[in-house]
């Protein structure tokens, strides 16, 4: 449970991630010895820390270039720690299963249990929206529908919990320091998940425009999201796609390995007319993509 639940209003922010090993569409752990066997099937570069420069496309498809200042761009060069890295959860110790991620980004957790799955992808959207400095872009739900904005923050808005209403008041001064942006998005973590980022973002509806920062996603209590973190494309135009994410209890942002396919993995094959999307730790059903 991430959240000290102040109202019933906040319950479905409560339990929006999936909780781990307790819910039906929880993938069951690959084994372990076949996927040690077949991880070198296809080439990663082991000693580059970046997702566009650590994973190679498989034969006959090559990378789908971004745009320098997308999203999608800031997600493929973000940093990534040392190939090897252990999840840690929010406490720093490591989660019980290492052997489905095949990167981690190198971006903090914070010290709580806050930042769950759509909380990552929220992260990976703020960071992103803070570096390009458009900070009027920088706004987010609760679950409840309040709109909560990083102008209105750091100007010493803050939200106020009452009953089943949330009430605005400037408390505090002016302060726009990243420390600052930080506590604004540990306030969404606690206030937001999958149902909320789901009312923020739009259908997509063709295979073919599916790109890296767009969301796979099962809005609910629990529910779940992964994002997009790379494509690539073979000359028929048929695509494959990187996923992260993060998961419940809060711990490191990472790829997935796609245990279901190790001759191509971590890449996966996506559809979003299949009835249901399975990657390493969860189920879609039905699958649902998204973006911003």
């Not at 609760?142 to 408390?171: E, Q």
Request: a negative charge.
């Amino acid at each position: 449970m991430k959240k000290i639940i102040l109202s019933i209003l906040f319950l479905a922010s409560a339990v929006s991630c999936v909780k781990e090993k307790s819910e039906d569409r929880l993938v069951e752990d690959p084994d372990k010895n076949e996927y040690l066997i077949a991880q070198n099937a296809l080439k990663i570069n082991k000693d580059r820390n970046t997702i566009r420069e650590r994973f190679s496309a498989p034969d006959g498809y090559e990378w789908v270039e971004e745009k320098a200042e997308s999203f999608g761009y800031f997600i493929e060069h973000f940093k990534l720690k040392p190939y090897g890295s252990q999840i840690l959860k929010y406490d720093g110790t490591p989660i019980s299963t290492q052997h489905l991620h095949e990167a981690i980004f190198d971006i903090d957790t914070g010290n709580k249990d806050l930042q769950q799955c759509a909380d990552a992808i929220i992260r990976m959207r703020a960071e992103y929206l803070y570096k390009m400095k458009k900070f009027d872009e920088i706004k987010f739900h609760f679950t409840s529908g309040d709109l909560v904005t990083w102008n209105d923050y750091k100007n010493g808005i803050r939200a106020f919990v009452s009953g089943n209403s949330v009430n605005f008041r400037k408390t505090a001064d002016f302060d726009d320091s990243y420390q600052n942006f930080r506590n604004y998005l540990d306030l969404i973590f606690n206030y937001a998940g999958t149902i909320s980022l789901h009312k923020e973002t739009q259908p997509v509806t063709q295979n073919s425009d599916l790109t890296t920062g767009d969301i796979l996603i099962t809005p609910g209590s629990p529910g779940h999201v992964v994002f997009i973190a790379g494509v690539c494309k073979n000359k028929e135009g048929k695509k494959l796609f990187l996923l992260g994410e993060g998961f419940t209890p809060a711990q490191s942002i990472h790829v997935l390995s796609n245990p279901f396919n190790l001759n191509t993995s971590p890449w996966y094959e996506l559809d979003i007319n299949a009835p249901e999307t399975k990657t390493a730790r969860y189920i879609f059903t039905p699958t649902n993509f998204r973006a911003f």
